[in-house]
């Protein structure tokens, strides 16, 4: 039901001081038991989700090709 720091770290492919750094922003909830933060495997699920439709809008946008500029002025 929950996962550790270091598992969803691992899990992202993210630095453990990353994740831990959103999970003290609030960007990813957590509960802490005292010793430890826990992170509820349906709300990291989420935010997986997240961001990869993220990083896939960003890759879009990167293939997006420019339109053409109309100031150009061809003199043949």
């Known amino acids: 039901m929950y996962i550790t720091i270091e598992e969803a770290a691992e899990h992202l492919?993210?630095?453990v001081i990353q994740i831990q750094k959103y999970?003290?922003?609030?960007r990813i909830r957590s509960v802490h038991d005292g010793e430890q933060f826990l992170i509820n495997k349906a709300q990291f699920g989420l935010?997986?989700?997240?961001?990869e439709a993220l990083k896939q809008q960003i890759d879009?946008?990167?293939n997006?090709?420019?339109?053409?500029?109309?100031d150009?002025?061809?003199e043949d």
């Not at 999970?23 to 609030?26: F, I, K, N, Q, S």
């Open 23 to 26: 999970v003290l922003e609030g």
């Open 13 to 15: 492919g993210m630095p």
């Open 60 to 62: 879009d946008w990167r």
């Open 64 to 70: 997006e090709p420019l339109p053409p500029d109309r």
């Open 72 to 74: 150009i002025k061809d």
């Open 47 to 51: 935010y997986f989700e997240q961001l």
